[in-house]
């Protein structure tokens, strides 16, 4: 019992960390492929738009902590909504934990979709195939 629930408070802890391990996931990512000679090249070629979004996504979230200190910074230092503009982090750490969700969630979608063709394609074999019984 006590193992379970330190392994549920670790879980939950994980949470406040799992927006950093995804902005350095995505900037893994964009570290390794940052050498290709071409964008193009980057790309699938039966699901192109697909594969750059993914790309696109990861972009954001790797510039998202920068751009989003500076424009905290910038109010902070020049509004007297300072103690707002500090508000303003918490929602900015988090959201690409809400934009990893969303890619995945569309992820999800396209492989139902994928399956959903294959088990189609499947059906319609089998209506043409003649039994031999």
């Known amino acids: ?5 330190l392994f ?3 879980i939950i802890l994980f949470g406040f960390i ?3 391990k995804t902005w350095q996931l995505a900037k ?6 940052s050498k290709s000679q071409s964008l193009t090249s980057l790309l ?29 910074f910038l109010v902070f230092a020049f509004t007297k ?7 303003g982090l918490i929602p900015l750490y988090f959201f690409s934990v809400f934009i990893s969700w969303a890619r995945e969630l ?6 139902l979709h994928l399956n959903i063709k294959q088990i ?3 059906i319609k074999v089998q209506d043409i195939e003649p039994s031999n019984e």
């Open 1 to 5: 019992m006590k193992d379970s629930i």
């Open 8 to 10: 549920s408070i670790k």
């Open 18 to 20: 799992l927006p950093f």
């Open 28 to 33: 893994k990512k964009l570290i390794n492929h």
């Open 44 to 72: 699938d070629e039966d699901y192109i738009v697909t594969s750059w979004l993914d790309y696109f996504i990861d972009a954001i979230i790797f510039l998202m902590y920068p751009i989003g200190i500076i424009i905290i």
């Open 81 to 87: 909504a300072s103690f707002f503009a500090f508000l």
């Open 106 to 111: 569309g992820g999800s979608f396209m492989l």
């Open 120 to 122: 189609k394609d499947a």
